[in-house]
């Protein structure tokens, strides 16, 4: 039931602080510093030898693949490819012994997830899920995986899912580092900082306030762009997706560094960017890009941290954020974009809940 939200995509956003706190339930293991799984069904001397790992998947799980990849190569070393699963299931790369492949998927439904799957499966390969529906398909077409806990999800566009998907990846990170070059203490270090994020998302919520400010003042436009760097370059595609996908505008995200590639010839006085520009290593080089962005006249909105007194100099809007780690930052950056583009498809009329063309599980390829 609705629980008295308005809609389940808007439920679904409020329950992350708990969804993301069943995705860690009984998988911090603060004595040894590191992860637990139940079900990978792997020895760990198979876990040990693993030297390279491909994550799959469509849409909104494809983005938490590329918060994966970065994830467990800084945390693990382990080289990460990130692959489209409609691409991965047709293309026939190379792939060596000891590659680990990962299907990510909320509804475990997905027809080319599946396909990608199986063909990766049928050649020898090691294949796990990270899923959250119990029994679907690909929980049972894998060789074992980490189911997300999310509970169920029903508004069409993806929210909690994605946050419980990058906490499990995170925690995958943790566990494969641990295996590895992770120290006790840099692994303790990171269990710490995982027990503060429901907090911290809980926190980030509270943005709804400021968001639904601007989302009056933008909805009306017809194109946005996304740009944020490393740990918030998919948050920027994740952004950009949700917006597109419930209120039909056309949405873009980009590296932020990208932009002056091409995509800032849309920029004008009718086209706002996003900057995901929390604090971290490549803060200034974002600043620098939204500088550029306010110098050709367009709109700039920031999803910034608390701590941060410059940026509204430069931003016409600014929405505050909890700080975190830099490697935790996608759970709690995608927050004020899930609610912005919740916000601007109510205003604009749309079916938040069932957006046009879309279903649930896209169980054809
Ligand atoms: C976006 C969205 C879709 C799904 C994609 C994969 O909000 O919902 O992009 O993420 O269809 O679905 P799953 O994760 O069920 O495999």
């Not at 899920?129 to 074992?144: E, K, M, R, Y």
């Not at 995901?276 to 999803?303: C, D, F, S, W």
Request: glycine letters at 8%.
């Amino acid at each position: 039931s609705l629980e008295g939200f308005d809609h389940y995509m808007l439920k679904e956003i409020y329950e992350q602080p708990e969804s993301i706190r069943n995705a860690m339930r009984g998988r911090l293991d603060e004595q040894d510093a590191t992860a637990v799984f139940g079900g990978l069904n792997l020895t760990p001397q198979q876990l040990r030898g693993v030297e390279r790992i491909i994550l799959t998947g469509c849409g909104t799980s494809w983005h938490s693949a590329l918060v994966g990849e970065y994830l467990i190569e800084e945390l693990a070393r382990i080289p990460v490819s990130v692959e489209y699963a409609s691409e991965l299931r047709y293309r026939n790369p190379p792939i060596d012994n000891n590659t680990l492949v990962f299907g990510i998927t909320q509804s475990g439904e997905t027809a080319d997830t599946l396909a990608a799957l199986r063909e990766t499966k049928r050649k020898g390969h090691r294949t796990l899920a990270i899923c959250n529906v119990v029994a679907s398909s690909i929980a049972q077409a894998a060789d074992g995986g980490v189911y997300l806990h999310a509970g169920p999800e029903i508004g069409v566009a993806s929210t909690k899912a994605y946050t419980s998907q990058c906490c499990v990846l995170a925690m995958l990170a943790l566990y494969f580092g641990r295996m590895r070059h992770l120290s006790y203490e840099g692994g303790k270090r990171i269990i710490e900082e995982m027990q503060q994020l429901p907090g911290a998302v809980q926190q980030a919520l509270t943005c709804d306030v400021q968001v639904r400010d601007v989302a009056q003042k933008y909805k009306d436009v017809s194109n946005v762009l996304y740009l944020g760097r490393q740990y918030n370059f998919p948050t920027a595609l994740e952004g950009a997706l949700k917006l597109k996908e419930i209120s039909y505008i056309h949405a873009e995200g980009y590296p932020a560094a990208e932009m002056k590639h091409g995509p800032i010839a849309l920029v004008d006085e009718h086209t706002p960017s996003v900057f995901i520009i929390p604090h971290g290593t490549t803060y200034e080089k974002v600043l620098a890009n939204m500088e550029e962005v306010k110098a050709r006249g367009g709109p700039v909105i920031a999803i910034a941290s608390h701590e941060d007194p410059q940026i509204e100099s430069i931003a016409d809007d600014v929405i505050r954020i909890p700080s975190v780690p830099e490697i935790l930052q996608p759970i709690v950056s995608v927050v004020p974009l899930q609610l912005l583009s919740y916000h601007i498809a109510l205003l604009r009329g749309c079916d938040v809940d069932k957006p046009r063309n879309l279903a649930k599980s896209v169980t054809v390829e």
